[in-house]
């Protein structure tokens, strides 16, 4: 039987750098990471794709406002411009997949499922925004954007620069769990939980309520990985292996890794909060509720990760 593998591409997947942020730039840079992929599925795997959506996210609430601002428009709230994220962003990846597998005369397809995740209506994240959006600023820009716009919650992220934060609650359910299902078992590459899906509460009769947030995809691809079953989970990233000591004259790469020593090297700081520690936190929960194993790894060296020759692996 095809083993599942929940691959989830990280920021570099869908934008290379900051000069390379255009629509065509952004399909360009999910082609070579689909190219990546597909050589996962010819090792014989069944593979569901999940995204993130930060900076696209971000830049729709921005031309919503600015349209707004300029025009009169009306506006499109964060839950509508997340949840375009997910056709925009599912519609390129997808494309990818049909024309890669025309390229190496594969019989598959790949969909993409317009997916609802459930949050908590009381999680504490409502109240203490995190999560950063859309573009960077520089400390100046920052100032001068809370005098314009004092709602706005800005902070510096990861030492890359100010951004824009939003509430990011933990994704509880995802509600389209049972189509996504069906669509593997029928054989189709499906990418779903995109920008870690589109945040929904429960109101008192227990309908479903669009919530202005964006919820952290790596934890709503561990909650979809755990839901399928997944004997893999990926975490297609910047860097090839996780390393202790990052970023310092001390640093090294790790081939393996358990939950006791995952634990031990969090609890030594070794996971960057904004970055690496989420990622870290999702496998976690993860090898904890499922009998999977994960890899962390970048988009080029995934075929060699998954035949256990590079990346980090992240088991029990
Ligand atoms: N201990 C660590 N080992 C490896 N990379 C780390 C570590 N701590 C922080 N990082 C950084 O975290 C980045 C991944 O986080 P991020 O860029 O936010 O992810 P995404 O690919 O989802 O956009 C890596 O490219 C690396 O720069
Ligand atoms: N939604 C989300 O986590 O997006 P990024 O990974 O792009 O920040």
């Not at 992929?37 to 995204?51: P, Q, S």
């Not at 031990?264 to 999977?292: D, Q, R, T, V, Y």
Request: some cysteine; glycine content about 8%.
């Amino acid at each position: 039987m095809e083993k599942i593998a929940v691959v989830a591409i990280g920021g570099n997947s869908l934008i290379k750098d900051k000069n390379h942020s255009t629509v065509e730039d952004q399909y360009n840079a999910i082609c070579e990471t689909v190219s990546h992929i597909v050589n996962i599925i010819e090792e014989g795997y069944k593979v569901v794709i999940t995204h993130g959506n930060g900076p696209q996210v971000g830049f729709n609430l921005r031309r919503s406002e600015i349209a707004e601002e300029s025009e009169g428009m009306h506006p499109v709230p964060l839950v509508n411009c997340g949840a375009n994220t997910q056709g925009s962003i599912g519609y390129q990846i997808q494309q990818a997949f049909d024309n890669e597998f025309l390229k190496r005369g594969i019989n598959k397809k790949a969909v993409s499922v317009v997916t609802q995740v459930e949050v908590d209506k009381d999680d504490k994240a409502f109240i203490n925004p995190t999560k950063p959006i859309g573009s960077f600023y520089t400390k100046e820009e920052t100032n001068k954007l809370r005098n314009e716009h004092p709602d706005w919650v800005l902070i510096e992220d990861a030492k890359r620069g100010y951004r824009r934060v939003v509430p990011s609650p933990m994704p509880k359910n995802v509600v389209e769990k049972d189509a996504i299902k069906d669509l593997i078992n029928t054989g189709y590459v499906v990418i779903a939980v995109g920008g870690g899906g589109i945040p929904v509460i429960r109101d008192e009769e227990k309908y479903f309520k669009g919530v202005d947030a964006v919820i952290d995809k790596d934890y709503a691809s561990s909650l979809l990985a755990i839901e399928l079953k997944a004997d893999l989970f990926i975490v297609s990233t910047g860097v090839e292996k996780v390393c202790i000591n990052y970023g310092t004259d001390k640093e090294k790469a790790l081939d393996k890794l358990n939950i006791e020593e995952t634990k031990k090297l969090i609890e030594e700081g070794h996971f960057a909060p904004g970055s690496m520690l989420p990622k870290i936190n999702a496998i976690l929960n993860f090898l904890e509720n499922s009998n999977g194993k994960a890899i962390i790894t970048s988009p080029e060296k995934l075929k060699e990760s998954v035949k256990g020759e590079d990346g980090t692996h992240l088991i029990k």
